[in-house]
């Protein structure tokens, strides 16, 4: 029973977060239709890939391993729910970004990012929190640690990437000295 509260809690967080976050894209979607077409910025920077493919191991192949191992092979329950819903909220987020800016060329793209990123921080940290202080989920634990940290990392270079994704100016040469 304490598993089904646990998911049936999850799916209706989840869920809630999806709809105000689909629906404030729908609105600034909307809002912003008269906007230049977006793409990315190209040629994309050289670390780009290096960071890209961090994202995916340490975000992705590595929490599914976890989810895989104390999830299903090992039957904890609750690792299974949190990884799942982990991964729902992932795939969601890449859908998103993909019918934003493939279908519709729509600058509300650049924001996805902002919204899924800091619930996927909240996400991480509400797992710790459920999974208690069970001794035999230490290293379960750790993976949680780290993704609280890739996530709020990501965030981090997310930001200092939007001058980049807005093609804003940059003078080489300032007329502003410091004294």
């Not at 982990?86 to 909220?89: C, G, I, K, R, W």
């Given at each position: 029973m304490?598993?089904?509260?646990?998911?049936?809690?999850?799916f209706l967080?989840n869920?809630l977060?999806?709809?105000c976050?689909?629906s404030?894209?729908?609105?600034?979607?909307?809002?912003?239709?008269h906007?230049?077409?977006?793409?990315?910025p190209?040629?994309?920077p050289?670390?780009?890939?290096l960071?890209?493919?961090s994202?995916?191991i340490?975000?992705?192949?590595?929490?599914?391993?976890?989810?895989?191992?104390?999830?299903?092979?090992?039957?904890?329950?609750s690792?299974l729910?949190?990884?799942?819903w982990?991964?729902?909220?992932l795939?969601?987020?890449i859908l998103?970004?993909?019918i934003?800016l493939?279908?519709?060329?729509n600058?509300?793209?650049?924001?996805?990012?902002?919204?899924?990123?800091?619930y996927?921080v909240?996400?991480?940290?509400?797992g710790l929190?459920l999974?208690?202080?069970?001794?035999?989920?230490f290293?379960?634990?750790?993976?949680?640690f780290?993704?609280i940290?890739?996530?709020?990392?990501?965030?981090?270079?997310?930001?200092s990437?939007?001058?980049?994704?807005?093609?804003w100016?940059?003078?080489?040469?300032?007329?502003?000295?410091?004294?």
């Open positions: 304490i598993a089904f509260n646990i998911n049936l809690y999850l967080e869920f977060f999806f709809l976050a689909s404030f894209f729908v609105v600034v979607g909307w809002a912003w239709k906007a230049k077409p977006f793409s990315i190209k040629p994309l050289g670390w780009f890939a960071w890209f493919g994202v995916q340490l975000g992705g192949l590595l929490p599914l391993v976890v989810m895989l191992l104390w999830g299903v092979l090992w039957g904890y329950a690792v729910s949190i990884l799942s982990y991964f729902v909220m795939a969601l987020q998103s970004e993909t934003s493939r279908l519709f060329h600058v509300a793209w650049v924001m996805i990012p902002y919204l899924y990123v800091p996927r909240w996400q991480m940290y509400e929190t999974l208690g202080s069970a001794s035999e989920l290293w379960v634990k750790n993976l949680f780290l993704e940290l890739l996530w709020i990392v990501n965030y981090a270079l997310d930001l990437q939007l001058p980049r994704l807005f093609r100016e940059i003078n080489q040469s300032s007329d502003i000295s410091i004294n």
